[in-house]
């Protein structure tokens, strides 16, 4: 088949298709002739097939051909886009790998917060949260604005936190960080005592963030919350609810600590 990227002009394709099917053409006259009982091809049966021959002149005169041509040009360009977004997906992809690599990899030094100590020490500026590209995950204002409030909890300033968390949330009410942000912001009401309002913030990325990461640390949060204010039998529901879904996991040891502490004497 002729290669879509080296059309021929109308007539060098007529010559080509005349050589090409003048033997077809020929050899199904004499058939015919044979058929008939004649040895030759007659006059009547060269004009047949010369009108067979004009009938597709005039498709390639019409632009038929190179209609399908341009059409061939056209898909395999739209197939070179299509692998092009593929590789910028993938690449995507691996992006996010990476955010949570890095995301667990500083699970170990967060638990000391999740336990209530509250003597975290947040890594280097430039760790916090890990970068992500802001073009196809969040406006740069919103990963700024999160990016400062969470500082400003990891540095223990606790009210000014919870201030620029419930800005944060009001501006972005379905923005990248939302989930999170509702999170911490649960974490910095559980900091300064305020265990009511932090059960609703946990509820709150359980309910509408079941797939957020976020969602596991509510759960044994809800515990905690419900622990410190003397509820006991709420919170031994929520903490064997983390044994029950998240076992084997660091989650499920904090539990279990808690547990044994609320059966102690």
Request: glycine share 8%; aromatic share 8%.
């Amino acid at each position: 088949m002729m290669s879509a990227d080296l059309p021929l002009p109308n007539g060098r394709w007529r010559s080509a298709l005349r050589l090409l099917m003048l033997p077809a053409l020929f050899h199904a006259a004499a058939v015919g002739a044979q058929q008939a009982g004649s040895p030759l091809v007659t006059q009547h049966q060269l004009q047949v097939i010369e009108m067979r021959l004009e009938r597709v002149e005039r498709v390639l005169d019409s632009g038929v051909l190179t209609e399908m041509l341009q059409g061939v040009d056209q898909m395999q360009n739209e197939i070179r886009q299509l692998r092009g977004k593929l590789e910028q997906t993938e690449n995507e992809l691996r992006i996010l790998r990476e955010r949570e690599e890095q995301r667990f990899a500083r699970i170990g030094e967060r638990l000391s917060y999740l336990e209530g100590g509250f003597e975290y020490e947040p890594p280097a500026t430039d760790e916090v949260p890990p970068v992500v590209p802001d073009d196809w995950l969040a406006g740069p204002e919103e990963q700024d604005a999160y990016e400062e409030a969470f500082e400003r909890l990891m540095a223990g300033e606790h009210e000014e936190a919870i201030g620029m968390l419930e800005a944060f949330v009001e501006r972005h009410p379905e923005g990248v960080f939302t989930a999170n942000a509702i999170f911490w912001l649960g974490e910095a009401k559980y900091a300064v005592g305020e265990y009511e309002g932090a059960l609703i913030d946990y509820a709150a990325v359980r309910e509408h963030y079941p797939e957020s990461d976020k969602a596991p640390d509510a759960l044994l949060k809800q515990g905690y919350a419900y622990f410190e204010l003397g509820q006991v039998d709420p919170a031994r529901q929520a903490l064997n609810q983390v044994l029950e879904e998240y076992p084997g996991t660091t989650l499920s040891r904090l539990a279990q600590d808690r547990l044994r502490r609320l059966d102690a004497p």
